[in-house]
């Protein structure tokens, strides 16, 4: 199974600062295809998850753009370049390239 | 609008049996893969099983491979999910999701299951 590692906590962030977060995996995400099925999803308090980005770097309809993702191979960043007050909460990267499809365990976005 | 709407969830005794459903509209059911994901309190998000458009493709996580079903009714637009032998670590919010671009785009709001 591919194992995705994200760091549990960033480091607090003021608003209108940007945040980062990554995330590795322990083979390469590059599917027989060409494509890399890397998304990431923000859970806020309470709430089921919301698709944020697909395929490492395109996000969904109706994601604001100062969500961003890159990287390539096993490394991965979400960006927010501005943080507001609705982004905090927790951020999934999870893998579509292999079967079973896995998440990481997830990092926490907090305000400072 | 597109929506998601999960049912079934329960109390459940280590052992027992559950049937999670999850009602779609909004959307061309039969146009797209469907999957359940869980996450148990406190936890983080663990997929548990994919199934393609016409049924005939199933795919499990290990720890519920013989244990859990996935099916759907196409006629119905619905989605579902049969749980047996239910264990401790069972426990927790299953979301059913819509695939799309090999990613969930489409969550439910979840139904809780406690196993104990």
């Known amino acids: 199974d591919i194992v995705m590692t994200q760091p549990p906590l960033s480091s607090p962030v003021t608003l209108g600062q940007p945040a980062s977060i990554s995330c590795r995996s322990s083979?390469?995400?590059?599917?027989?295809?060409?494509?890399?099925?890397l998304s990431w999803l923000q859970q806020r308090p309470g709430q089921p998850p919301r698709p944020l980005i697909y395929k490492t770097s395109n996000r969904f309809s109706g994601v604001p753009d100062r969500f961003s993702g890159s990287g390539a191979g096993t490394d991965f960043t979400l960006k927010i370049s501005r943080v507001e007050a609705e982004d905090v909460g927790v951020y999934y990267c999870?893998?579509?390239?292999?079967?079973?499809?896995?998440f990481g365990q997830g990092t926490k976005v907090e305000i400072k | 609008e597109v929506q998601l709407v999960e049912s079934g969830g329960d109390l459940v005794q280590p052992g027992g049996s559950l049937r999670l459903s999850c009602a779609a509209s909004g959307f061309t059911f039969t146009s797209y893969w469907m999957g359940w994901v869980r996450q148990a309190p406190g936890k983080g998000l663990e997929w548990v099983a994919n199934i393609n458009r016409d049924g005939g493709t199933e795919q499990y996580v290990d720890s519920v491979k013989g244990r859990f079903t996935i099916s759907r009714d196409n006629a119905k637009n619905s989605l579902y999910l049969q749980m047996n032998s239910l264990r401790d670590e069972d426990t927790a919010m299953y979301y059913c999701a819509r695939h799309g671009l090999f990613a969930f785009e489409i969550w439910g709001q979840g139904t809780m299951v406690t196993v104990s």
């Open positions: 083979q390469s995400l590059v599917h027989s295809d060409g494509n890399t099925y």
């Open positions: 999870m893998q579509a390239t292999q079967v079973p499809w896995t």
